[in-house]
């Protein structure tokens, strides 16, 4: 990924750093150095500093006082911390989805479930595309159930478990056929507005994903 300045300059620097993290070009544990990174991309230190800012509410650096900013670790123990929170977040979700999508709403939410499906056909899936037409679903619920702190605190998550999915990407494929169960069975338990089997969907399927991830990284 190329840098390019962009209208808003502090996010594009979140972007680019964002991308060079999830994809392991910044491993974790790696310093970011503030002063580095500003001549390198020819921009203001107090852009880099905002960038680093929303990194952290991205859950991908940690800025220590007097030390700076690092990629943050993820290991197996991470990964199993960050799902579980994942994962009560998507509950709560699909829970005030049941309750309150309309029939304008239906076509809408199949659609983006419709797209999960198709790029999960063919022997050899692109995994950044399945994953970020998972995230297309995610993001549909939120607009239907309408609730601003869920839809921030899920955005909030999409750079960590997007940088969990690429590093366990190759038991991911492995394991598409649950997630192409998943993405049948969930439509089905939503518009019959079934919360509790459409939270024990979410919570098999995150509990299956965090299992994968879990591997990759002990591996």
Request: proline share 3%; glycine share 4%.
């Amino acid at each position: 990924m190329d840098f390019q300045v962009p209208n808003t300059l502090a996010e594009q620097i979140a972007n680019y750093l964002a991308e060079r993290i999830m994809t392991g070009k910044i491993r974790p544990g790696d310093r970011i150095q503030e002063a580095t990174l500003a001549g390198e991309l020819k921009v203001s230190r107090a852009s880099v500093k905002e960038a680093l800012y929303t990194l952290e509410r991205w859950h991908l650096v940690e800025i220590t006082p007097r030390k700076g900013a690092s990629a943050t670790r993820l290991d197996a123990a991470h990964a199993s911390e960050l799902y579980d929170v994942y994962m009560h977040l998507l509950m709560m979700l699909v829970a005030r989805l049941c309750m309150r999508w309309r029939e304008s709403d239906r076509q809408r939410m199949l659609d983006a479930v419709a797209e999960v499906i198709e790029q999960m056909r063919g022997p050899s899936s692109d995994i950044a595309a399945v994953v970020e037409a998972s995230f297309g679903v995610m993001e549909a619920c939120c607009e239907v159930v309408g609730n601003p702190y869920l839809t921030e605190a899920l955005s909030n998550f999409k750079p960590a478990v997007s940088r969990a999915y690429y590093l366990g990407a190759d038991r991911y494929r492995k394991g598409l056929a649950q997630t192409s169960e998943f993405f049948t069975n969930l439509p089905e338990a939503v518009l019959a507005r079934d919360s509790d089997k459409a939270q024990d969907l979410i919570r098999q399927f995150a509990e299956h994903q965090k299992r994968l991830i879990q591997q990759a990284l002990s591996s």
